[in-house]
């Protein structure tokens, strides 16, 4: 066993401690929820043809907080985001495409509406909405929650990363991460160079971008918000995150599950949309170019490109060097380079570089 791993666990089990000892002083201070004090966080969701999915979580209800200025307010904005009250127990409404659902909270707060649909996608990229509500207990009242469904025109996808991909974070420097974290607001974080740019290249629009974006992160849920507030701050654009649970014990945020996490969502994302390809969008800090050659590896024919954003300076060296070769050799086109501003001739050789065109001319041919 080595010092690392010992150390993983000391830590698992002092955190575990912690927070048993927090949540018992918290049922001592706190009255029990009532149920106009509950409201739904809901998760952007996304459809086929056949199935529509949709989450969210479900926590004690808490008065916005004033804008935050100095480092307190600032503090107390964060400890507010990971300190979430989750609320199990709780029936949720979802009504979808002449569906009426319903579901029950788990423990954590978390719901997940599966739905067989006998939908079409539309012919062009776009959000459409379903109704979210918890009936007799939501302080909010009825939710309007955009769903994603993928053009039928232009068959190409995007998956990224978030941390050190689209939003500069130094998870490569603990203490510049941690720091992050603790302190700045969506506002203060920086977007990779070159990354919005490229992003908007091949979406044209933030809000309603001409291809379908999916997000894979180890980033907790309870972050949710404060990303979807930086993407549009910094024009990114919108898409489904896959995130992971906030929690201490195996499988979850402070446990080594990333590549699991990534990997896992990364299929289901394929396996979700089996008629496009896709372009895969991440950084050397951490795992992506291991995670993403495997994938190519399972699914040689739906990669297009993989772009790797170069945050350590060992794109020529080493492990990460010998997975970028490969995926080469099974022909897919990779680009790795501490910017992603000269990531536009890999688009214009795919033929993505301008989404507009691109989609016209995929529409009339298939019109056609």
Request: charged share 25%; aromatic share 8%.
């Amino acid at each position: 066993m080595n010092t690392a791993d010992a150390f993983g666990r000391w830590l698992r089990a002092f955190a575990a401690g912690l927070e048993q000892d927090v949540d018992q002083l918290k049922d001592l201070l706190t009255d029990p929820v009532a149920p106009a004090n509950v409201q739904i966080l809901p998760y952007a969701g996304y459809r086929n043809d056949r199935e529509l999915r949709v989450s969210g979580r479900v926590v004690e209800y808490r008065p916005p907080l004033a804008p935050a200025d100095d480092v307190l307010d600032k503090l107390l904005a964060m400890w507010a985001i990971y300190n979430s009250r989750e609320v199990g127990g709780i029936t949720v409404r979802c009504e979808a495409h002449g569906i009426d659902a319903t579901c029950i909270s788990d423990e954590e707060g978390y719901f997940q509406f599966t739905l067989s649909v006998d939908r079409p996608l539309p012919g062009r990229t776009t959000w459409e909405n379903v109704k979210l509500s918890a009936p007799g207990h939501d302080a909010q009242g009825e939710l309007t929650v955009p769903i994603l469904a993928p053009g039928s025109d232009d068959r190409w996808a995007i998956i990224s990363d978030i941390d050190d991909t689209i939003m500069e974070t130094g998870a490569t420097n603990f203490a510049a991460n941690w720091r992050r974290i603790v302190l700045e607001q969506p506002g203060d974080r920086l977007a990779v160079p070159g990354s919005a740019d490229l992003y908007r290249t091949i979406a044209r629009d933030h809000a309603s971008p001409t291809r379908p974006f999916f997000y894979v992160s180890s980033s907790p849920w309870n972050l949710y918000g404060f990303l979807t507030q930086f993407m549009e701050l910094n024009r990114i654009p919108h898409g489904p995150m896959f995130l992971k649970d906030l929690g201490i014990d195996a499988g979850k945020f402070i446990d080594a599950g990333h590549k699991t996490h990534k990997l896992e969502a990364i299929r289901s994302i394929l396996r979700f949309y089996p008629q496009h390809r896709f372009l895969l969008m991440g950084d050397n800090g951490q795992q992506d170019v291991e995670i993403y050659t495997e994938v190519v590896r399972e699914f040689p024919q739906r990669i297009g490109a993989v772009f790797i954003r170069d945050v350590t300076g060992e794109c020529a060296a080493g492990a990460n060097a010998t997975h970028l070769a490969e995926m080469a050799s099974l022909g897919v086109q990779t680009h790795c380079a501490a910017s992603f501003a000269d990531g536009v001739s890999i688009l214009r050789s795919l033929r993505i570089d301008n989404p507009v065109e691109a989609t016209r001319a995929s529409g009339e041919g298939a019109a056609a």
